[in-house]
């Protein structure tokens, strides 16, 4: 082994050769000559030929299935790009004794700034006020009727108080808002240091007035956010999802707003992705949304790829790096071994 050997999934790149997403600096790769790194072609699920001889894969958007792994058994790391990872069959990583990372580093701020963003359009009613102006005289005469609310006292709620839900309330702080949360996983040493009060799911509904959701999705929050738990908000609040469209029944979100159930809504999530042009949503001047997208910007990539860049130094040093999915790879043998292969040849 000369070289440690690093696969990118193609999707990296464009049709015409030229990065997808110049953000993501792959300089720190380039420098280090004990590396050597590739683009793979990638399309659907990526499989073992596409990756023989390789020690660790970036990878965007195409699947991994037991079929994505060599028989050289050299892989040792998929670093995803990004927090999700329902493309990526986890047990058949730990099968092959490969450790899958996200990078929860590169996402918390640049995610939870989207909410607080959403936070401050809707309650500054920045998008009726942008409409109002541009109509001229007739449109400005008009804008007493889109007051805003103002933050202080009032209450922001979260539904998740995780890596990107404790961040939010960390940027709240000066706002002077009152902050709770329901999380039953939620380790109340954090929240109380973020000074966020704890709350039952029904209490959460009932008091926030402004509720972002931060929350996983899986079985257990699917449509957590129902018909019946709108119905507990205040016609004042406002609702923000920037977590996964499912967790929200968009069907009894839309009645809730078409009927002036609750004031307003941030999304930038939604329950089929791309949202079809059609979607009623789309009609409703008290909505904000976006493309699941809200929160790219150059800081948001570069972070997302700098973590990635940083597991695969890791690993190559025989470190165990941050952000692993399945942590169990931890205590296999096998695993432990690649990485002591790896740190006897090219150091700690
Ligand atoms: N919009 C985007 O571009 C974007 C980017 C990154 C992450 N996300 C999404 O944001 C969400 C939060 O991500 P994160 O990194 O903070 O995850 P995290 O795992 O760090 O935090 C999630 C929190 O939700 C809690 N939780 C689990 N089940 C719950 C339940 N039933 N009710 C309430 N809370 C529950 C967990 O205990 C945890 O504290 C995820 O859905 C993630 O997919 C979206």
Same mark, same amino acid.
Request: proline share 7%; glycine share 8%; with cysteine.
């Given at each position: 082994?000369?070289?440690?050997?690093?696969?990118?999934?193609? #999707?990296?790149?464009?049709?015409?050769?030229?990065?997808?997403?110049?953000?993501?600096?792959?300089?720190?790769?380039?420098?280090?000559?004990?590396?050597?790194?590739?683009?793979?072609?990638?399309?659907?699920?990526?499989?073992?030929?596409?990756? !023989?001889?390789?020690?660790?894969? /970036?990878?965007?958007?195409?699947?991994? !299935?037991?079929?994505?792994?060599?028989?050289?058994?050299?892989?040792?790391?998929?670093?995803?790009?990004?927090?999700?990872?329902?493309? @990526?069959?986890?047990?058949?990583?730990? #099968?092959?004794?490969?450790?899958?990372?996200?990078?929860? #580093?590169?996402?918390?701020?640049?995610?939870?700034?989207? /909410?607080?963003?959403?936070?401050?359009?809707?309650?500054?009613?920045?998008?009726?006020?942008?409409?109002?102006?541009?109509?001229?005289?007739?449109?400005?005469? =008009?804008?007493? !009727?889109?007051?805003?609310?103002?933050?202080?006292?009032?209450?922001?709620?979260?539904?998740?108080?995780?890596?990107?839900?404790?961040?939010?309330?960390?940027?709240?702080?000066?706002?002077?808002?009152?902050?709770?949360?329901?999380?039953?996983?939620?380790?109340?040493?954090?929240?109380?240091?973020?000074?966020? =009060?704890?709350?039952?799911?029904?209490?959460?509904?009932?008091?926030?007035?402004?509720?972002?959701?931060?929350?996983?999705?899986?079985?257990?929050?699917?449509?957590?956010?129902?018909?019946?738990?709108?119905?507990?908000?205040?016609?004042?609040?406002?609702?923000?999802?920037?977590?996964?469209?499912?967790?929200?029944?968009?069907?009894?979100?839309?009645?809730?707003?078409?009927?002036?159930?609750?004031?307003?809504?941030?999304? #930038?999530?939604?329950?089929?992705?791309?949202?079809?042009?059609?979607?009623?949503?789309?009609?409703?001047?008290?909505?904000? +949304?976006?493309?699941?997208?809200?929160?790219?910007?150059?800081?948001?990539?570069?972070?997302?790829?700098?973590? &990635? +860049?940083?597991?695969?130094? &890791? +690993?190559?040093?025989?470190?165990?790096?941050?952000?692993? @999915?399945?942590?169990?790879?931890?205590?296999?043998?096998?695993?432990?071994?690649?990485?002591?292969?790896?740190?006897?040849?090219?150091?700690?």
């Amino acid at each position: 082994m000369s070289k440690f050997r690093v696969a990118l999934s193609g #999707d990296f790149k464009k049709p015409d050769g030229s990065p997808a997403f110049p953000d993501f600096d792959l300089s720190p790769l380039e420098r280090d000559p004990a590396v050597e790194y590739r683009f793979i072609k990638a399309n659907g699920v990526i499989q073992a030929a596409d990756l !023989e001889g390789f020690d660790a894969l /970036i990878l965007l958007i195409p699947r991994i !299935e037991p079929e994505s792994f060599p028989k050289d058994g050299r892989l040792a790391l998929i670093a995803r790009f990004g927090v999700g990872y329902d493309t @990526v069959n986890v047990q058949a990583c730990t #099968d092959h004794d490969c450790a899958l990372v996200i990078t929860p #580093d590169g996402v918390r701020r640049p995610v939870a700034v989207s /909410i607080i963003t959403f936070m401050l359009a809707l309650t500054g009613k920045l998008f009726g006020k942008d409409r109002i102006t541009r109509r001229g005289p007739e449109g400005w005469a =008009r804008r007493s !009727e889109h007051m805003g609310v103002g933050l202080v006292g009032r209450t922001f709620g979260s539904l998740g108080i995780g890596n990107i839900g404790a961040e939010a309330f960390r940027l709240a702080r000066p706002f002077d808002m009152k902050f709770i949360a329901h999380d039953p996983y939620a380790d109340p040493a954090v929240a109380r240091d973020l000074g966020v =009060r704890l709350v039952g799911l029904e209490e959460l509904f009932a008091e926030a007035d402004v509720l972002s959701v931060s929350c996983p999705l899986n079985e257990e929050t699917r449509h957590i956010v129902n018909a019946e738990r709108l119905a507990l908000m205040k016609p004042t609040a406002y609702l923000i999802n920037t977590s996964r469209g499912p967790v929200v029944d968009e069907a009894a979100l839309t009645s809730a707003l078409q009927q002036g159930q609750i004031a307003g809504a941030g999304l #930038d999530v939604f329950e089929q992705e791309p949202s079809p042009v059609d979607n009623p949503l789309y009609r409703l001047d008290n909505v904000i +949304v976006t493309p699941h997208a809200l929160c790219w910007t150059d800081q948001c990539f570069a972070g997302i790829g700098a973590a &990635d +860049v940083k597991a695969v130094f &890791d +690993v190559m040093h025989g470190r165990v790096p941050t952000g692993i @999915v399945n942590r169990e790879i931890v205590d296999r043998p096998a695993w432990r071994e690649k990485l002591e292969r790896f740190k006897a040849t090219f150091g700690a």
